[in-house]
């Protein structure tokens, strides 16, 4: 089956920048999402890019596909302490989701 | 309104009992999904209902019985539940909001705990 793969966890300091990385298998996937979960609660959608998109960008958040690589990326610039989240990347279609494992961004002061 | 709601947010269960977990959502949405997400685990598909029918059954035990009323609504009756059963159960909607194309939208869960 399709895979997604990310690393489980990601410390940054508030006010610099993340970035998660995550590859994927599906090369079908329309498009490509990020979805965040902070503790306790649902899935919030953050972003998604359009699998012929090299970047789109959407205030404090970057996005970058390689599309060749099947390699997808998320920037958060200037991370705050509420950003503190699992952050999921998932390919597929809106119909079908293949999750990645989630990475948990831990914030600190 | 891009929500979904989901009720109860809490629920603790005995083996032995029945309920049943509910998902509303008002976007006119035609498929709607319910999943089960275990501690630091990505959530897993249980079901999909596509115009009130389903569509998809990931093998789940028949001791989840979904239901889906009208458009709108979707529920999930829980019955002889086992302690692995504990989990935050997700709804999501399926449909084009205001990112201008199709998208799951989720609901914040049930945290189901079964003694």
């Known amino acids: 089956g399709e895979d997604v793969e990310q690393s489980l966890f990601l410390s940054v300091r508030e006010g610099d920048s993340s970035v998660i990385n995550c590859t994927y298998t599906d090369s079908s996937s329309t498009y490509l999402y990020w979805y965040k979960q902070e503790p306790g609660a649902g899935l919030q959608l953050l972003t998604y890019i359009f699998s012929n998109m090299d970047m789109k960008q959407d205030q404090r958040l970057t996005v970058l596909l390689n599309k060749k690589d099947k390699h997808l990326s998320l920037r958060i610039a200037d991370t705050q302490t509420g950003d503190s989240a699992i952050y999921f990347c998932i390919s597929g279609t809106a119909s079908k989701l293949t999750f990645g494992t989630g990475t948990r961004l831990q914030v600190t002061l | 309104d891009t929500e979904v709601t989901q009720t109860p947010k809490h629920l603790v269960m005995g083996m032995t009992n029945k309920k049943s977990l509910k998902c509303e959502q008002h976007m006119g949405h035609r498929a709607m999904y319910w999943y089960k997400q275990k501690a630091k685990k990505p959530p897993e598909l249980m079901f999909v209902?596509?115009?009130?029918?389903?569509?998809i059954n990931e093998s789940v035990p028949s001791r989840f019985s979904p239901e889906c009323p009208n458009s709108s609504l979707l529920n999930l009756h829980l019955h002889a539940l086992q302690p692995e059963d504990s989990a935050l159960y997700l709804c999501a909607s399926v449909g084009q909001g205001e990112v201008g194309t199709d998208t799951q939208y989720f609901g914040p869960g049930t945290r189901l705990t079964v003694l």
């Open positions: 209902y596509s115009y009130e029918k389903l569509s």
